[in-house]
């Protein structure tokens, strides 16, 4: 193994973000055309050809012409920041819908754009001061009004929750609505980033698979990945960012400014590649 691999997996080890894993005999569904990368730059977007998941909010800070994309990427509305600033969306849904239509046409490659989803952690519901069944309803309405804004848009529903009776009602709230989610091509499931790594998330993403979902899991360290990918056709991971900002590591022959790599292209590559040969 290079001397950098070394680093990326040094980096991750107790830090949530362990490389090295034991994803079991477990039959991985992930792919990796699947495997969105998280990214804080946006120019990454024009200097990969690696699926990208890249945040609205940071996006909207560029000025002028935005990156045309050499490869796929989805879009993130940046929710669980805007929640924990500010305990709701400081920009309105018609705002978003223009700036996601815009990026189709200027930025292309857009795969989908997730809504405006309400987290449920306990903690977020402290910010809001609303309850799960708010939080879902919200939601929901997300849905229905970015779809009225910009039907052409791929937009990504999101099931929320924080146990499974509570993901299992929210579902049921998008069937009454006629939103009937075993339909879509994907689904995201939140609320679950900071638990991904525990038999409780796996057994909720085997439960929500089992109702007919094709699951994308939002922010997933790699010991959720090889614990659940057999449960999900998606996923994304900046966790590669955390480990090496968590481990000051910068790998010997980078020549960034940085003083640890976790705004490194080069670095977040080795890493996405080791955790996708340890699903081989």
Excluded at 60 to 65: A, E, S, V
Excluded at 124 to 153: F, N, W
Aim: proline share 5%; aromatic share 10%.
């Amino acid at each position: 193994m290079s001397p950098a691999a070394q680093a990326v997996l040094a980096a991750g080890r107790g830090s949530g973000a362990t490389v090295g894993g034991d994803g079991g005999d477990q039959e991985h569904k992930l792919i990796p055309e699947n495997f969105y990368m998280g990214t804080p730059e946006p120019a990454w977007l024009r200097r990969t050809a690696v699926p990208l998941f890249v945040s609205y909010k940071r996006l909207i800070r560029l000025k002028g012409k935005l990156p045309r994309a050499v490869g796929p990427w989805a879009l993130d509305s940046g929710g669980f920041t805007e929640l924990a600033i500010h305990g709701r969306y400081s920009f309105e849904p018609k705002t978003y819908a223009r700036f996601v239509q815009r990026v189709i046409d200027e930025i292309g490659g857009l795969k989908w754009a997730a809504i405006m989803d309400w987290m449920c952690e306990p903690f977020m519901l402290g910010k809001t001061g609303l309850t799960i069944k708010d939080h879902q309803r919200l939601t929901c309405e997300s849905y229905c009004e970015l779809r009225y804004h910009a039907p052409d848009v791929p937009w990504l529903p999101v099931v929320q929750g924080y146990k499974l009776e509570d993901y299992l009602r929210h579902l049921d709230m998008y069937d009454r609505r006629d939103d009937l989610l075993a339909e879509l091509p994907l689904v995201g499931v939140g609320s679950i980033c900071r638990r991904q790594g525990t038999k409780e998330i796996a057994e909720l993403l085997r439960q929500l698979q089992a109702q007919g979902l094709r699951i994308h899991a939002f922010g997933m360290k790699t010991a959720g990945i090889l614990q659940s990918s057999q449960f999900i056709e998606s996923a994304d991971s900046q966790a590669w960012s955390f480990g090496a900002r968590r481990r000051k590591v910068k790998l010997a022959d980078c020549t960034h400014k940085g003083k640890n790599c976790s705004w490194c292209l080069r670095y977040a590559l080795l890493w996405r590649d080791l955790v996708l040969l340890k699903m081989v």
